[in-house]
């Protein structure tokens, strides 16, 4: 018998593995002290953190939330034998004007005479989550919930905006009209001309017959919430309003502009790439300012065009430009196969991209779609250059006042921190989505 | 040359070829740009025919299987399926692709849906099936190509043959008249290769007209009653298979089987 041969006659059990590769230790070991460089970096990184962290704490543990004004502030921090320029956070400016960053000048009630309204859109706020639950976690929650979301587009401007009740329902019928009108035609005729005939029949119900729909059923069952114009709008809820807005329209615009963008007609093609590169090469800033001042040159004189309006419009537009191009991304990635795979099938268009190609492709884009959505969130602070009271704008108008003039961090900080909640948690959606959508490798 | 390892005789009671006419080529030309890759394609199928395509790299294959059902467009001539002729008609395509099962080398199936869901989806969809209806039937044809405890599972559990299996199963749920194979085998390992061939062979012997592209020249020899040789965009043999591998005409067709069958 050679030497080189060998038969294992016994199986090894498995050991437990040695304690420098498991637990606090090993973990340590294996990925804050693997060598003597990363070590250096440890060690020196853990002492930037720490006294951050101790400067921080610092400033921000102070008892100055019932300071009514700056200069009480100064009192309490020599009390405490503190001086200087940052001797510590002044909280009273957030514990009184909370309310303000959270809704501008929306109707509070602290006058004679009127009332506080701001249940509204804390009420909207909530039924947003209860309309969000079938479409974000559609396991979990009755799939009945979905005709509520599909109220919810309807029941948002009237709880934030008020009047009467009969304007969304009209603006609601509009939809029901032009799908009525697709549905017949699309049967008689060809898709196409349905969902032509459909479309244009709901704008000509929305142009002309809606508003008078809806003021003749005002008078006949005057069911109305108090109005709030747009201008008292501000804050927090402003920029959610807008946000959500944005958000919810992008989606499905940014779908239809990635498909018009593959088609293989060549005036859609051309309108949708036209459109993406235009809004794409064109800061926010300046559609904004275009919003705001530029579009009443193109209107007809006399029509008043509500501002947030307008700036729902721009935001969406630039939102569904981006959200185009990231989706394009999830459909290029998809291989050809699955069109074919669809069209053998015999799937039409729409079937097929609605049940293979859609699904697949947002699913690769989720990263993308709510690296967007955190983005149009953020860049909602940017109305405050055409004179919205944001809640970056509002901080202006609380440092006007002289008890809290100079007041910058605890503001700013307050701010920072109520978007990071909402982005934060966007982010971590999306990552549990992602993994709940993961089924077997490729 | 290598022989089907068919452990069981092949039952050829119901392979019979009607007079009924499947499919029907006539003059087809189509060009991808200036380059002319299919020329005057002639070609009529019967019903319950299983006919081989067989050629080299580039021939045509491919492009001549996916032009039946208008996956890809054919520039000149005519082509009848099951009596629709194949137009731009989107109605008409829709209805060929429905009666026309094609399995795919890569086997394309829907990796976001179970398997029972892509057995399902088309018949519920396109065929207005109820979906307790669809998914008996599903579950009927997973059981022919003896996956039905995979059902649940998705493409991205399975082996490649279990997924070859699948995509045959997805076909077959839309009952299709006419099956088409684009190298249904080539990306399999050799003893997946065998269990897919399996279940082709079993559908031969129910009767299904197919059409399939394959280097498996045992599959054509012992399952197809017609093996036709491409080359160069154009059909340059076709015979019985006896005669096709023991007799060939052209001197292309002996370069080609030389090659492939390695003497
Ligand atoms: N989309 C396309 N555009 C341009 N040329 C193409 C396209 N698809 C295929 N071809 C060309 O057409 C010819 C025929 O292709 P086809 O795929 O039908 O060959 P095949 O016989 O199936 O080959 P293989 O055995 O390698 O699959 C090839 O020369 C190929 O390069
Ligand atoms: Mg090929």
């Known amino acids: 018998m050679s030497d080189i041969s060998f038969v294992r006659t016994e ?75 940052n001797a510590g956070a002044c909280w009273g400016v957030i514990a009184e004007r909370w309310p303000q960053l959270l809704f501008g000048f929306y109707p509070n009630g602290y006058e004679e005479g009127t009332a506080d309204l701001r249940w509204r859109p804390v009420l909207a706020f909530v039924l947003l989550f209860v309309a969000l639950a079938p479409v974000l976690f559609s396991d979990k929650v009755p799939a009945k919930l979905i005709y509520f979301t599909a109220v919810y587009p309807f029941l948002m401007p009237w709880l934030l905006w008020g009047g009467t009740v009969w304007t969304p329902v009209s603006a609601a019928l509009g939809f029901v009209l032009g799908y009525v009108v697709y549905k017949a035609l699309a049967q008689s005729t060809s898709e196409l001309i349905g969902l032509i005939v ?34 008292q709008f501000g804050g927090f809820m402003l920029s959610i309003t807008i946000g959500v807005v944005a958000i919810g329209l992008s989606l499905p615009i940014g779908i239809v502009l990635a498909l018009g963008r593959q088609s293989d007609l060549l005036i859609v093609k051309t309108l949708c790439v036209g459109f993406i590169e235009f809004i794409r090469g064109v800061p926010l800033i300046t559609l904004l300012f275009v919003a705001s001042t530029l579009l009443n040159i193109f209107m007809p004189p006399g029509t008043n065009f509500d501002i947030i309006m307008r700036v729902f419009i721009m935001v969406t537009l630039f939102a569904s430009a981006y959200m185009a191009e990231v989706i394009r991304g999830g459909l290029a990635a998809l291989p050809k196969g699955q069109y074919e795979g669809a069209d053998s099938l ?60 100079g007041l910058v961090w605890e503001l700013y900080g307050f701010i920072a921190l109520l978007f990071f909640v909402f982005c934060f948690g966007m982010s971590r959606y999306s990552m549990y989505l992602e993994r709940k959508l993961q089924t077997g490798h490729r | 040359m290598s022989e089907l390892a068919l452990d069981r005789e092949i039952d050829r009671s119901k392979m019979k070829v009607s007079d009924e006419v499947a499919i029907q080529i006539t003059d087809m ?210 015979n019985e298979p006896e005669e096709f591998f023991n007799n060939p005409q052209s001197e292309r067709t002996k370069l080609f089987l030389s090659q492939i069958l390695g003497h």
């Open chain 1, 11 to 85: 199986m090894l059990p498995p050991k437990d593995p040695p304690a420098s590769e498991v637990g606090v230790v090993g973990w340590a070991r294996a990925n804050l002290f693997s060598g003597w460089f990363n070590s250096i970096l440890t060690v020196v990184s853990l002492y930037f953190v720490i006294k951050i962290l101790i400067g921080l704490i610092g400033w921000a543990w102070v008892p100055t939330w019932s300071a009514t004004s700056l200069p009480e502030c100064r009192v309490i921090f020599e009390e405490l034998g503190r001086s200087g320029h």
């Open chain 1, 198 to 231: 459909g479309v244009v029949a709901a704008f000509v119900w929305w142009l002309f017959v809606a508003s008078l729909f809806s003021s003749a059923l005002a008078s006949v069952v005057p069911l109305a919430l108090e109005s709030v114009e747009s201008r």
């Open chain 1, 346 to 405: 015999g799937l039409n268009y729409w079937q097929a991209q609605r049940l293979i190609i859609m699904p697949q492709a947002l699913k690769i884009s989720i990263p993308g779609i709510v690296s967007t959505f955190i983005g149009v969130f953020k860049d909602t602070t940017l109305v405050s250059v055409i004179g919205l009271f944001d809640p970056l704008n509002l901080t202006n108008a609380i440092r006007a006042d002289a008890d809290w003039n």
């Open chain 2, 29 to 238: 030309n189509k060009w991808y740009g200036a380059f002319h890759v299919l020329r005057d394609i002639n070609l009529t199928v019967n019903q319950g025919e299983r006919i081989v395509i067989a050629g080299p790299s580039g021939s045509g294959k491919s492009t001549l299987i996916r032009c039946l059902n208008a996956l890809e467009e054919h520039q000149a001539g005519k082509i009848l399926v099951d009596g629709t002729e194949l137009s731009n008609d989107l109605k008409n395509i829709d209805k060929i692709r429905s009666e026309v099962g094609m399995v795919f080398q890569h086997f394309n199936l829907f990796p976001h849906l179970t398997i029972l869901e892509n057995c399902t989806l088309a018949p519920i969809w396109v065929r207005k099936t109820p979906k307790k209806e669809a998914e008996e039937r599903a579950m009927h044809f997973l059981e022919k190509v003896k996956i039905p405890d995979q059902a649940l599972k998705y493409p991205g559990q399975l082996s490649g043959g279990q997924q070859q299996r699948v995509a045959i199963a997805r076909s077959l749920c839309m009952m299709p008249r006419i099956m088409l194979f684009d190298e249904p085998t080539s990306a399999l390992d050799p003893e997946m290769i065998k269990e897919v061939l399996d279940t082709m062979i079993e559908l031969a012997e129910e009767g299904m007209t197919m059409l399939c592209v394959t280097h498996e020249m045992g599959f054509a020899r012992q399952v197809a009653n017609r093996v036709i040789f491409m080359d160069a965009g154009q059909i340059v043999e076709q």
